[in-house]
């Protein structure tokens, strides 16, 4: 329900700001009681300052409607207070967040517009304005700036042989007068001012005068502006010497050379100047150079370094497959002579079973010749025959016996070989 109240209360409160803004509008052209005439408030430019109104007699005006306005502005209004606070719906951009008043003040009556970082936009006629009671009041604000002049030495006058001085201040407003004054106050004689208005409404004024050799030889150029009450101004001495008398050729050629030397001496010290500043601009770039170098160095040493590291790791890595590959070849060798002595003896042995098989085909084939030519019984012939035979068999089988061991013997050595094969395979893999 709060919500849906607020939801509701919003659209009328802006409503309600909204007709007191069109009323106002509407009373704007109707006649009101002006009271006194508008009082004149000065600032200079950035103050924070209070445009006076006030009722009287005093009463609480917090819970009414006022204005502060100005009629050369679209919209007017500076600041609008209704109901205990202020209404932002239609003010003017330029016063959002610098223009207040205090609610304390206003029990009392006082509706004093308090104004902060005033510009020179801000000059003109206020209205403080209160519709209930058809009351006005006005306020003239001027927003002024002033600074300090310059004077400079422009050069000789030689009609008068005079010294020409120019005087130039900036930032004024509003638009300032020169003075030019000798050392005992008296006004001297000088042409019209030059005036410049800048984009920001500031003054720039110029003025330009030639002076005599007097008692003093001081001189005074004073800017003024009087509707803000400000004065600045500057002093200078010329020495006599400046002075040049008409008959005096060698004055005039003094101050000529005076002249000359000045203007040497400042070509002089802009070429040193300029010299100084190539120089360190030339030291600067070889600091860069010389840093860019150690730099470059640096990083040459560092990844020298780290090649070098890179090659010991490498050779100590080729030492050691180096190692290992004269280890393998060793036992290559080794396995090679093995193998060359493994063959010698299979081929011994190859020879000693083709010369038993040689001899026992002999025995066999002489047994069974003699068996076959022997005269007598057949039968006993053959007895004998077969015991040649057995005898033969049983030397036979104990020779087979003996290539036995042998043989065993060849196919251990031939496992042995065939680890130390595989070692050396995982010893290459490793």
């Not at 093995?338 to 066999?364: M, P, R, T």
């Amino acid at each position: 329900m709060v919500h849906i109240k607020d939801g509701l209360l919003r659209p009328v409160s802006v409503f309600r700001h909204i007709v007191v803004l069109l009323l106002l509008n509407h009373l704007c052209g109707g006649q009101s009681q002006e009271i006194g005439p508008p009082q004149l408030v000065v600032a200079m430019l950035g103050d924070d300052i209070i445009l006076p109104c006030q009722l009287e007699p005093p009463k609480n005006a917090v819970s009414m409607t006022m204005e502060w306005g100005r009629h050369d502005l679209e919209p007017r209004f500076v600041l609008v207070w209704h109901d205990g606070q202020e209404l932002l719906t239609d003010q003017n951009k330029a016063y959002k967040g610098r223009a207040s008043v205090s609610i304390n003040n206003l029990t009392l009556g006082d509706f004093s517009l308090r104004l902060s970082s005033v510009k020179i936009s801000d000059n003109g006629k206020y209205r403080c304005y209160f519709p209930k009671l058809n009351k006005e009041y006005f306020v003239e604000l001027i927003v002024g700036a002033s600074s300090s002049p310059a004077i400079s030495l422009a050069g000789l006058h030689e009609a008068t042989s005079g010294v020409m001085l120019d005087c130039r201040s900036e930032g004024w407003y509003p638009e300032p007068e020169v003075l030019w004054l000798d050392g005992e106050g008296n006004l001297l004689s000088a042409g019209p001012p030059e005036t410049v208005r800048g984009p920001d409404d500031l003054y720039t004024v110029s003025s330009r005068v030639t002076v005599e050799k007097r008692h003093s030889n001081s001189f005074t150029c004073r800017v003024q502006q009087k509707d803000i009450n400000q004065t600045r101004e500057t002093h200078i001495y010329v020495p006599e010497d400046f002075f040049v008398s008409p008959s005096s050729c060698s004055a005039s050629v003094a101050m000529s050379v005076l002249f000359g030397l000045m203007f040497v001496l400042t070509v002089v010290l802009f070429v040193w100047k300029w010299r100084q500043n190539k120089i360190e601009i030339k030291m600067q770039l070889k600091n860069k150079n010389k840093e860019a170098e150690q730099q470059a160095l640096m990083k040459e040493k560092v990844s020298r370094e780290q090649l070098m590291e890179e090659n010991k790791k490498i050779k100590e890595e080729l030492q050691k497959k180096e190692k290992d590959m004269t280890q393998v070849i060793d036992t290559l060798t080794e396995l090679g002579q093995e193998l060359q002595k493994q063959k010698e003896q299979l081929n011994d042995q190859k020879k000693k079973a083709e010369k038993q098989a040689k001899e026992n085909e002999e025995k066999v084939n002489s047994v069974d010749k003699e068996v076959s030519e022997k005269e007598g019984d057949k039968t006993a012939n053959k007895a004998q025959g077969y015991l040649k035979l057995k005898e033969i068999i049983t030397e036979n089988k104990w020779y087979l016996e003996e290539r036995k061991k042998e043989l065993q013997q060849l196919e251990m050595n031939t496992d042995r070989l065939i680890k130390r094969t595989f070692d050396l395979r995982e010893l290459q893999r490793t």
